[in-house]
């Protein structure tokens, strides 16, 4: 079942998880980026609420039409701000902001310069008046077990793969994966932070869990082929970049790439994914 306020959108997997997405493939939108619910008996533990403060007020009052309880627990899956920079608002209100060390850092270095660009951008300038940069309440370097209210939630470090700081949060009672960025269903995946080998393995490491239902970090969520469809985007843009660039420059590949998926939104990324699978020794199959 889905669910629209205003535009933002709920897709219901349970009664007990949900899926919340502006769509779309804008900086007002946070890119499409998706952010998840799930709602225990005595609070609610929320992955990657936006890349405003606005945005995670709005997911705020929409969770408040569900539920009285609050978010206790907040899980960012990396430091990109389109995932991470709206917990500002929950750790405000007491949540306990989880993210790994090394997106923590990040967060520290990057946030700040990034929330004052934002602020001179008069389109979305509005999203970002009260962002301020914030520090996790609890920094993991592995993972750790998380009991949202009744409802026991793995949160796992996969390794380095779509950043040095990924978390995963499996729910084994459920078969729900909260992949993050790790997978991209119908968007190009970001790559300027990229282990691509280690993000192969790490994608190898979810497909030994036994779940049923895959939240990617954008796009709808769907099975267990998910995983399967972002290992073969990896390896065939490998193959389309390296291509391009033996007989052209850098625009040929980026363009070889964009036509090969036509579909896929969120094209911003495709520069940077050119010049991270231009670097890589390993060459797929053909």
Request: hydrophobic content about 45%; some cysteine; glycine content about 8%.
């Amino acid at each position: 079942m889905t669910v629209i306020a205003s535009s933002l959108a709920e897709n219901r997997l349970s009664e007990t998880v949900s899926v919340f997405t502006y769509g779309g493939e804008t900086l007002a939108t946070s890119y499409g980026t998706n952010a998840v619910a799930f709602f225990g008996d005595r609070g609610i533990v929320l992955v990657d609420p936006f890349v405003s403060p606005v945005l995670a007020a709005e997911l705020d009052a929409q969770l408040r039409t569900r539920t009285a309880v609050p978010v206790t627990h907040v899980v960012l899956t990396h430091h990109h701000t389109d995932h991470a920079l709206g917990a500002g608002y929950f750790a405000k209100r007491g949540a306990e902001v989880i993210a790994h060390a090394e997106a923590a850092a990040r967060m520290e270095a990057e946030h700040p310069n990034l929330i004052a660009e934002r602020r001179r951008i008069p389109e979305v300038a509005h999203l970002f008046e009260s962002a301020a940069p914030y520090v996790p309440s609890h920094v993991v370097s592995d993972g750790l077990l998380l009991d949202g209210g009744g409802l026991r939630l793995d949160v796992f470090h996969p390794g380095h793969a779509h950043t040095p700081g990924d978390l995963c949060v499996y729910a084994p009672a459920l078969g729900v994966l909260v992949a993050g960025d790790l997978v991209s269903i119908g968007y190009h995946p970001n790559l300027e932070d990229a282990d691509v080998a280690g993000w192969r393995a790490a994608l190898e490491r979810l497909r030994s869990l036994p779940f049923w239902m895959l939240v990617p970090g954008h796009g709808w969520a769907g099975g267990r082929e998910g995983v399967d469809d972002q290992l073969l985007y990896l390896d065939e843009a490998e193959r389309i970049v390296r291509s391009a660039l033996r007989t052209g420059t850098e625009e040929d590949a980026c363009a070889a790439l964009t036509r090969a998926f036509p579909d896929h939104l969120l094209a911003l990324v495709v520069r940077d994914s050119v010049k991270r699978l231009s670097t890589l020794k390993r060459v797929p199959p053909t």
